[in-house]
């Protein structure tokens, strides 16, 4: 038993002194950490142009179509720039019952190009700029009123609800309501010489009024009421008698036909279906007569076109010459 002991003793010592002669362990390196990716960057998106804009946004299809139906698309992607204000959905929907959809018609193109020019402002005026304006110069060619009221700013009657959407050649403000240009003044009429002339189918009356010398007195104050033969009237007297009639010395005779044309004062038609007959300024009568609602004077010659108003009257187209009694 106490040689097994040693024994044991002996192989202890030994594993001890092999263990320590043994060469250290050579410690593993912890991995590197893989370094993570910078994130990329995303470039800004291009803005886009104002009709596009508009098509993206959702509340602007009625402007859209309008401005498609107006041929004005390529106008207003062009390279501008432009400020345009611009009616919502909403805003279209206030005009008057079918207004828009007359205003799609081919035939009222026109009048829509004019409604939607009167929208756009040449030139890129962001909001800061126009608060500083009392109005602006249209692509039309016609003002709109500009005013800061409690905070808020208005063109015409439209209030602005969002201001400065800027496009790729231009800015968007938003407005809530539609803006009409003002009606075209109506030009003053010509006088009764004047809208004779520029009708053209009064050439030979225009003559005779001349060869009379009586466009000074059918120019002047009057009123005057002018029964007014055609060319075709005159072309239907016999062959021969205009001709006549032109010739320096028959001058009296073709005064007094003409005077006979004509009615002091303003007759308009609704006045001339009430009388029987009317004094003319030759001094002779012409009687009125209504056959199957036409009104016909001295029984056979058809008045064919009423009421042209004149500065100094009126004019009323008849199919024949009137001629005087004799």
Not at 265 to 276: R, T
């Amino acid at each position: 038993m106490k040689r097994f002991s040693i024994f044991a003793m002996l192989l202890t010592v030994t594993a001890l002194v092999l263990a320590a002669c043994a060469p250290a362990a050579t410690p593993t390196p912890a991995p590197e950490p893989t370094p993570m990716p910078e994130p990329t960057a995303m470039p800004e998106p291009e803005p886009m142009d104002i009709v596009d804009t508009a098509v993206a946004d959702g509340r602007f299809q009625t402007l859209v179509a309008a401005v498609t139906a107006a041929g004005l698309v390529d106008t207003l992607k062009g390279e501008g720039p432009f400020t345009v204000f611009a009616p919502t959905d909403d805003a279209f929907a206030k005009l008057p019952a079918g207004t828009i959809d007359s205003l799609l018609l081919p035939e009222n193109k026109q009048a829509l190009t004019d409604i939607l020019l009167y929208h756009v402002v040449s030139g890129k005026v962001m909001a800061a700029d126009v608060v500083g304006l009392e109005s602006a110069t249209t692509v039309l060619g016609k003002d709109v009123a500009i005013k800061v009221d409690m905070g808020n700013v208005y063109i015409n009657d439209a209030k602005v609800i969002i201001t400065d959407i800027e496009t790729s050649n231009g800015v968007i403000h938003v407005i809530d309501t539609v803006i009409l240009p003002p009606a075209e003044e109506a030009a003053a009429p010509g006088t009764i010489v004047d809208i004779a002339v520029a009708d053209g189918r009064f050439n030979t009356l225009v003559a005779a009024v001349t060869a009379a010398e009586l466009v000074e007195t059918l120019s002047g104050e009057g009123p005057f009421t002018v029964f007014a033969p055609t060319d075709d009237a005159f072309a239907a007297l016999p062959a021969g008698t205009l001709d006549s009639l032109l010739l320096p010395e028959n001058k009296q005779a073709l005064t007094d036909i003409l005077l006979y044309h004509v009615v002091s004062g303003k007759v308009m038609a609704s006045d001339v279906i009430g009388l029987s007959a009317a004094p003319t300024v030759l001094g002779k009568d012409i009687t009125i007569t209504i056959k199957d609602g036409k009104v016909f004077l001295n029984d056979t010659i058809q008045v064919i076109i009423t009421d042209i108003e004149a500065s100094n009257g009126v004019i009323h187209v008849i199919d024949a010459v009137l001629l005087p009694p004799q």
